[in-house]
Nanobody, 123 residues
Framework: QVQLVESGGGLVQAGGSLRLSCAASGRTFSNYVMAWFRQAPGKEREFVAAVSRSGVGIYYADSVKGRSTISRDIAKNTVYLQMNSLKPEDTAVYYC????????????????WGQGTQVTVSS
């Protein structure tokens, strides 16, 4: 089992920045691809970003590419999502996920999920 706890969400004005954190515990953190997904009210959950086990492979959704940076700190068992130039359409609950997958942008391949953290971007 892997337990994931997200933090760092909040209310921010358009153009602002937030850094989300996801602390992992349980099984070996470095065994898993780590990802961020988000779900806005009335919409399906969508992929945001993922990082490979080593941290070398990085993947972004087109909607956040150039504005966001995903990273992982293996020593701290934590994955981060730095989001800049936030837009109202970034408003959603952001979820951290861990899995053993070769399809990092597909949500159903992930085995473990956090409880989510709310990000609200005001215009």
């Amino acid at each position: 089992q892997v337990q994931l706890v997200e933090s760092g969400g909040g209310l921010v004005q358009a153009g602002g920045s937030l850094r989300l954190s996801c602390a992992a515990s349980g099984r070996t953190f470095s065994n898993y691809v780590m990802a961020w997904f988000r779900q806005a009210p009335g919409k399906e959950r969508e992929f945001v970003a993922a990082v490979s086990r080593s941290g070398v492979g990085i993947y972004y959704a087109d909607s956040v590419k150039g504005r966001s940076t995903i990273s992982r700190d293996i020593a701290k068992n934590t994955v981060y999502l730095q989001m800049n130039s936030l837009k109202p359409e970034d408003t959603a609950v952001y979820y951290c996920a861990a899995g053993d997958t070769v399809r990092p942008n597909i949500d159903y391949v992930y085995d473990y999920w956090g409880q989510g953290t709310q990000v609200t971007v005001s215009s």
